[in-house]
């Protein structure tokens, strides 16, 4: 705006000249008031102005603030004045509607060319308040939500706290629960060996099953417990004192077989003498048939005897196809009361479940050795065509009882060591006939020894 007076000039022609260069008189009514504001306010005494110095003075006054520098003011005031004292106002107004119109467009086309850059500031200017709000909004939200969160720890604190209460609860009673099984368990075990029952209601084998089930199972639960320290310290000695007490047993059950081998003996030799008796029946019945099959087709009678002869000179084959309600079919243990493999299988079952089952095999090989041995030697204090019935009953029962075990046991004793002790009691048993068959001198004692010594190898053929 300073240099609005000098384009003045160029609009009246004027060379620019000061208020200190201007001689003109300058007249009361004509003096120019500058206000406070900063504007510019003329007072004249003339009357009727024309309508363009009316349009002129607003053109100035709207267009032009003068600034706060009273030299500026007063040199653009004596412009004006010299403009009006020389009559160029209708020259100089239409210069400076020119002017104004050219500054108005290039104020419109800075405009319109700026317009998309306001709109964005509006815009933006928008965002700016939806941001304050959104910021006032989530600083709310973020104090409730703390407010939230606290109270949301709190109770997940109790939470955590009453969950690991209830969890060391449920540990607990299935530890006590454990305990009371381990603790039903020994009562159990004890029961079955209690000292005040009879031996053959001790049940040694369920016991030590039921110890190694604590020991194995269990034990990992309770040995923190005062309880389940004694009763690991425990453990060892009741298998210890198992092992004795089901060997004690095996023991008696050693003296009860060789006592009781020559009855086994004598009742299997009597089933087998049963059994050809039975074969010799059948077959003669078979013989009486064919013959009068014979005779009612018109044989001869030597034609009839010569197959008697015949029939009856072929090799009678021991069988026990036999009928269930036959005597024969009776076990061979029957014949002595209260007999049983219990105790050597109840034995043999522990030791090996303890890992021991060589350390019992080789006592039961040496023991039955040691039997086989009194079974082979006879009393020498007798004749041996007195008693020899007696012998070979003792040896058929021991080797009767070793074939059942045999079958009856696993991993306890083979056929090689069956075959074994089969093999050396025949050696001892030709010796002892041997030297004892000059005793027999009556030709019917030599036939019965004879007839005994066939029912003792078809006896032992039987039981392999």
């Known amino acids: 705006m300073k240099g609005f007076p000098n384009k003045l000039m160029k609009f009246t022609g004027g060379k620019g000249q000061t208020h200190k260069d201007v001689k003109h008189p300058v007249s009361e009514s004509q003096q120019m008031k500058i206000p406070s504001e900063g504007g510019l306010v003329f007072e004249s005494e003339t009357e009727g102005e024309t309508p363009q110095e009316e349009e002129l003075m607003e053109d100035i006054q709207g267009l032009i603030l003068l600034p706060q520098d009273d030299h500026l003011a007063i040199d653009f005031a004596h412009q004006i004045r ?15 509607s020119l002017y104004v119109a050219q500054r108005k467009k290039q104020i419109f086309n800075l405009t319109e060319k700026h317009y998309k850059v306001f709109m964005q500031l509006e815009e933006l200017l928008t965002i700016q308040r939806h941001l304050k709000d959104i910021k006032q909004n989530v600083g709310g939200l973020n104090q409730k939500l703390q407010s939230l969160g606290g109270e949301l720890i709190f109770k997940t604190e109790n939470l955590i706290r009453l969950r690991t209460i209830s969890s060391n609860i449920d540990k607990t009673i299935k530890l006590l629960n454990i305990c009371l099984y381990v603790v039903a368990l020994s009562k159990k075990a004890r029961d079955y060996i209690v000292e005040n029952k009879e031996e053959g209601d001790r049940k040694y ?16 639960n309770i040995n ?10 425990a453990i060892p000695g009741m298998k210890l004192w198992i092992t004795k007490r089901v060997m004690d047993d095996v023991n008696v059950w050693f003296f009860k077989m060789r006592e009781n081998a020559g009855e086994i003996g004598r009742f299997a030799n009597e089933q087998t003498r049963a059994e050809i008796d039975k074969m010799k029946q059948r077959e003669e019945r078979r013989t009486r048939s064919r013959q009068q099959g014979m005779l009612s087709s018109g044989a001869t009678p030597a034609t009839i ?21 036959d005597v024969t079919e009776v076990s061979v243990y029957s014949c002595v009361d ?43 204090t007798k004749s041996f ?20 075990v045999l079958k009856k046991t696993k991993n306890l ?4 060591w069956l075959d074994h002790l089969w093999e050396s009691a025949v050696g001892t048993m030709k010796k002892r006939i041997t030297e004892s068959i000059v005793s027999f001198v009556d030709c019917e004692k030599i036939r019965e020894f004879k007839d005994y010594l066939i029912m003792f190898y078809s006896t032992m053929k039987v039981y392999g």
């Open 413 to 416: 004793i083979s056929n090689a």
């Open 385 to 404: 065509c007195l008693i020899y019935p007696e012998y070979f009953n003792e040896i058929a029962g021991f080797f009767i009882i070793e074939s059942t």
């Open 338 to 380: 209260g007999l049983t493999f219990a105790p050597l299988y109840q034995c043999l079952y522990i030791y090996q479940s303890l890992g021991m089952g060589d350390q019992f095999t080789q006592y039961y090989k040496k023991t039955r050795e040691q039997q086989k041995y009194l079974v082979l030697r006879p009393d020498d």
């Open 224 to 233: 923190s417990f005062t309880f389940g320290k004694y009763m690991e310290q």
């Open 82 to 96: 010299q403009m009006l004292e020389k009559k160029e106002e209708e020259f100089v107004m239409l210069n400076l």
């Open 205 to 220: 084998y369920p016991a030590i099953k039921i110890i190694e089930q604590i020991q194995q199972t269990h034990m990992a």
């Open 305 to 325: 005897k010569n197959d008697v002869t015949g029939t009856m000179s072929g090799k009678i084959s021991l069988n026990w196809d036999l009928d269930k309600n």
